[in-house]
């Protein structure tokens, strides 16, 4: 049974840092998937901010243009872990971020339903 879950969300004040972990158990970590960062908003659609696929060799990154410079993706094969390092956050950051896994297919889909495995959420709240 795949699995994801999140850890390491909280409260924090603008310009604070944060990292989010995701823990994947009942898969591992391989060159066919997709492993990305989403949140959503209240009254706002889920988005896609980051997203890595690493073919064995080499790591390909793709971050939403809202947090580029800030973010920082990366995973850890040998712990089935990918991270979200958040850095110089925004109070637009608020959200419930998720962690998600999908088929690679020639790239990173931006698309929700393209990912077939999900985590339930971290809450991210920034205040100012």
């Known amino acids: 049974q795949v699995e994801l879950m999140e850890s390491g969300g909280g409260t924090v004040q603008e310009g604070s840092s944060l990292r989010l972990s995701c823990a994947a158990s009942?898969?591992?970590?391989?060159?066919?998937?997709?492993l990305a960062w989403f949140r959503q908003a209240p009254g706002k659609e889920r988005e896609r901010i980051a997203a890595i696929h690493n073919d064995g060799k080499n790591s390909d990154y793709d971050y939403d243009n809202s947090v580029k410079g800030r973010f920082t993706i990366s995973q850890d094969s040998a712990k089935n872990t990918v991270y979200l390092q958040m850095d110089n956050l925004k109070s637009e950051d608020t959200a419930v971020y998720y962690c998600?896994?999908?088929?690679?297919?020639?790239?990173?889909?931006?698309?929700?339903?393209?990912?077939?495995?999900w985590g339930l959420g971290s809450q991210v709240t920034v205040s100012s």
């Open positions: 998600a896994a999908a088929r690679w297919v020639g790239s990173c889909d931006i698309r929700p339903r393209r990912y077939g495995a």
């Open positions: 009942g898969f591992t970590f391989g060159k066919d998937q997709c």
